[in-house]
């Protein structure tokens, strides 16, 4: 007979080894390679516990040993330890208003895959963009299990405010008050022949929004500092604020909507309802129009795969320009006066509204990412000088105004990057989850 003290012991037990595996996990991870006497020592665990919670993480797929190293002249060398790519992996999703991405990252953050499609979105409704989004989700899901890979989770990026996995407002894609996650549970044996609950129920979906994803994405796999505001752009600009290391949200999850601050009271009508939006003269469309770029022919066509898609592509190798901004970019590097025009109008209106973020957040670094990735040559110098001139009574400097080095990619690699994050602070849960998991079949 099972008595209630003796449940209580059992679940105290279970929780102590949970954390124990997240704090030897996450330590691997700061620390490796590092040997198991060491980890004993940082951790203040003994040599015993370590040495459990190390061979539960290494039959886990989540750890592997690497060498030896023996530490001074005396004693036995330790065989050291670091984070395994050979299992656990983790799905970046996102919607964006002209093109779907999916890329699978392994628990030492290497992009495995990444796969990319032009789509306009706005043409179709929330059920059909994820339709689309299916297919490419089940090719990724494939080719990752068929490298051995273990699917932990996924996130996925929207771009629109999210709270509680509703996605308020998307203005761009003509979307409102959508329960994204509901709608993927929903949508079952559409492609091919899949086995019952194959996806997704074997791995669980979050919403997030795209912009704040894109800052994690930075903070992880770029090179930003622990206190930065990521600007990012695309038909629609938003911005992630990271504080201390840590996304703030605010209190619903709509901070960061930079693309509908006021630059002109009177100024064009944007989608939004409001007039004047950021949106209207730094966003990608709003750019390719001042340039004198024909919008329709300069797009992608539908479904086709965007540079970069691919097996083992790296950190900011899916951000290949697309055709409509590879030509705007010629047109600059050739010294065409629409497309300078469009930049430095550009800039202007982001250097304006950037002030109005700088005046309340004080940020010491702003990253220009997504297309003002390969347009910061030319949208840089304008927004800086808008700023300083804006800024100069009470600053007596602008903030850095840095360039992503993963443009585009910089979402998905969030979405996923955020998805490994909780493997690490909490193995244990997905080590109970991951042995329903069929594996590679």
């Known amino acids: 007979m099972t008595t209630r003290g003796s449940m209580t012991q059992a679940v105290r037990h279970d929780s102590m080894r949970a954390r124990n595996l997240g704090v030897v996990l996450s330590e691997i991870r700061r620390s490796g390679p590092v040997t198991r006497a060491a980890l004993a020592e940082i951790t203040g665990l003994t040599k015993t516990t370590v040495s459990k919670m190390v061979g539960d993480l290494i039959a886990a797929g989540m750890v592997t040993e690497t060498g030896t190293l023996r530490d001074g002249e005396r004693g036995r060398p330790g065989t050291t330890l670091a984070l395994s790519g050979e299992r656990v992996a983790a799905l970046g999703l996102e919607i964006n208003v002209d093109y779907l991405s999916v890329c699978v990252v392994d628990l030492t953050l290497a992009v495995r895959l990444r796969c990319a499609q032009a789509v306009d979105n706005r043409a179709c409704t929330p059920a059909e963009t994820l339709t689309h989004l299916r297919k490419l989700i089940h090719k990724a899901v494939d080719e990752a299990r068929a490298a051995g890979l273990t699917i932990a989770g996924s996130t996925l ?214 297309v003002f990735a390969p347009l910061f040559p030319w949208i840089s110098g304008p927004a800086r000088d808008t700023m300083a001139g804006r800024l100069g009574a009470m600053r007596r400097a602008v903030p850095e105004l840095a360039v992503s080095r993963l443009g585009a990619d910089a979402a998905t690699l969030g979405a996923a990057g955020r998805v490994l994050q909780r493997v690490v602070a909490d193995p244990g849960r997905h080590m109970a989850t991951g042995r329903r998991d069929p594996g590679p079949r």
């Open 157 to 370: 990026a929207v771009p629109g405010p999210v709270d509680g996995g509703l996605l308020h407002s998307a203005p761009n894609l003509g979307w409102r008050d959508v329960r994204v996650g509901d709608l993927m549970d929903g949508l079952t044996g559409e492609v091919g022949e899949r086995p019952p609950g194959e996806f997704p129920g074997k791995f669980p979906v979050e919403v997030e929004n795209e912009a704040n994803l894109a800052a994690l994405g930075e903070l992880w796999f770029g090179s930003a500092p622990d206190d930065f505001l990521h600007v990012s752009g695309e038909i629609g600009i938003g911005a992630g604020l990271v504080v201390g290391g840590t996304l703030f949200r605010g209190t619903r999850g709509l901070a960061g909507e930079l693309g509908h601050v006021i630059v002109t009271p009177d100024g064009p009508a944007c989608r939004c309802g409001g007039r004047g939006c950021l949106e209207q003269y730094a966003g990608q469309e709003a750019l390719l129009r001042a340039a004198g770029l024909d919008l329709p022919a300069s797009l992608p066509a539908p479904g086709a795969d965007l540079p970069g898609s691919g097996p083992g592509a790296g950190p900011g190798a899916g951000s290949g320009v697309p055709p409509a901004l590879a030509e705007l970019v010629r047109r600059l590097q050739e010294g065409d006066a629409s497309a300078l025009r469009a930049c430095e109008r550009a800039g202007n209106a982001l250097g304006i509204a950037l002030t109005s973020a700088i005046n309340l957040l004080d940020p010491g670094t702003i990253v220009l990412g997504g």
